[in-house]
């Protein structure tokens, strides 16, 4: 089980209102007790922190926020003392514009760092081309300096790196040497299917709606991306001895490309993360909110589960540090408690390796926004900008969907106590803390068998137990049921059934479950019928009905 911490987020040791290395570190025996076997970091590199720390300025050193690198390495060994791992954010698809790199190339064309990131000539008074940045606006930014014109899929402030130019890639494997020789266990790859682009650079369709063209599929999966990640795996993982973990994040990339990905026979990726689940509840694009089918959402897991069944490996989410909160976004506040687990439930029983991000084991909830000024998020406040001023939309009606999807509702602060700021910070937080911290937090959960962090640490502790869950086969029953989700993990010889009744109405399965119940999220009578959001998992011998 991997679990993901926003460094910003987590816990502040210094009362700075920004998370630290050293609050992590006085936490690690809360993720031991969790049964994390791999932390995830998000970026603590130094950075201007346009995007959070997406943006790097050095690869090589800790931002000072968030501490040095002494601290870096105590944090390191007490995770390693207690039996963990401790995977780096790589993100190499960009650097930010104040990385030494960036700022020698674009100070003039003849510079020999000029041809590490895109460069072109602008097309009559405009951009080199139509594409529109993933954070709005256009892709390009025309510099000064020279009047050429830098890509950036993300803000002006990450200029995009040119991966065809070798020394770039030299580069970016020296640095992760770097840190693998420092001990570190592997790395999250940030936008790792973005490092390819087209030759040529081709305008992209402009869909109904939009300002600028979609680029993607001229820059998303594009042709040198798998000898790219051979390369790397021969320049930096090849030869070494330790046992590695790699993780890339990968948008828009399809079952066939990922089993290609994550072939182990291939050596390129362990596992990659989709997003179609995480898209299921949106219509053209992001900002479009639409209710999610159940239906929709368990063929399409389902299908991932049969896709990667005998080559590639899953990973499995419903948060992460760009996603809404899951209890609010698939579950239902209402039922609080039995959303949270049920869902839990019924991710961790898939095959793959679950992720789990900072509170979700909590049962942390998106945040009531009101208004725009509480949003800190780059590509929030830039959405709002171009949604607003330059699109005319209802103001009102772009707020619903950033309350909705906004990034911000996952980075609030992590909810320790029930204290003024929730036991995260002695100062001022650097986003505001959500007010539900008064009723979930890790204090009140902890010592509560009947809390959503129990409930966690029982499904984590389950699937450290139980092959049947690491390599059972998958099989989804009653794929057209709109409110039931029931699956089988089945290895020669055992058996597990998962039923769970995803509304807030009791329903009755179509069969009577046999077996004993090893883990459910309502105590007493186990019959046919199912309470809302109820989820079991019975064990059965294999060939059971
Ligand atoms: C994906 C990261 O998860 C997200 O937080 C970031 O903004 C973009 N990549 C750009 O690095």
Known sequence: MVYQIYPRSFADSDGDGVGDLAGIESRLDYLADLGVDVIWLSPIYRSPQDDNGYDISDYRDIDPMFGTLADFDRLLAGVHDRGMKLIMDLVVNHTSDEHPWFVESRSSPDSPKRDWYWWR???????????????????????????????????????????????????????????????????????????SKHAGLPDGTVHPGDLYGDGSPYY??????????????????????????????????????????????????????????????????????RPLELVDLKGNLAKWQYGLADVGWNSLYWNNHDQPRIVSRYGDEDFWYESATLLATVLHLHRGTPYVYQGEELGMTNYPFRDISEFRDVES??????????????????????????????RTPMQWDDSPNAGFTTGTAWIAVNPNHTWINAASEIHDPGSV??????????????????????????????TIYAFTRTRPGSRLLVVANVSGESCTLPFEPEGDVVIANHLGPEGADLRPWEARVYRQEAGHG
């Open 453 to 482: 962090l129990a409930y966690y640490r029982r499904l984590i502790a389950l699937r450290h137990d139980d092959p049947v869950l690491r390599d059972g086969e998958f099989e989804l029953l009653l794929p057209d049921d709109p």
């Open 220 to 289: 998303a999966n594009g042709p040198r991306l798998h000898d790219f990640l051979r390369e790397m795996d021969e320049a930096v993982f090849a030869g070494r001895e330790a046992e590695l973990l790699t993780v890339g994040e990968t948008p828009g990339v399809s079952v066939d490309q990922a089993r290609l990905l994550t072939d182990p026979r291939r050596r390129e990726l362990d596992m990659v993360f989709q997003f179609e689940h995480v898209e299921l509840d949106q219509g053209s694009g992001k900002w479009d909110v």
């Open 121 to 195: 000539r602008g097309s009559g008074d405009g951009a080199p081309n139509n594409w529109g940045s993933i954070f709005s606006g256009s892709a390009w930014e025309r510099d000064t300096t020279t009047g050429e014109y830098y890509l950036h899929l993300f803000t002006r402030k990450q200029p995009d790196l040119n991966w065809e130019n070798p020394q770039v890639r030299q580069a970016v494997h020296e640095l992760m040497n770097w840190w693998l020789d420092r001990g570190v266990d592997g790395f999250r790859m940030d936008v790792i299917n973005l490092i």
């Open 381 to 410: 406040l830039n959405h709002y900008r171009q949604a607003v001023a330059e699109q005319g939309l209802d103001p009102q009606s772009v707020m619903r969907s950033l309350r909705a999807m906004g990034r911000d509702n996952a």
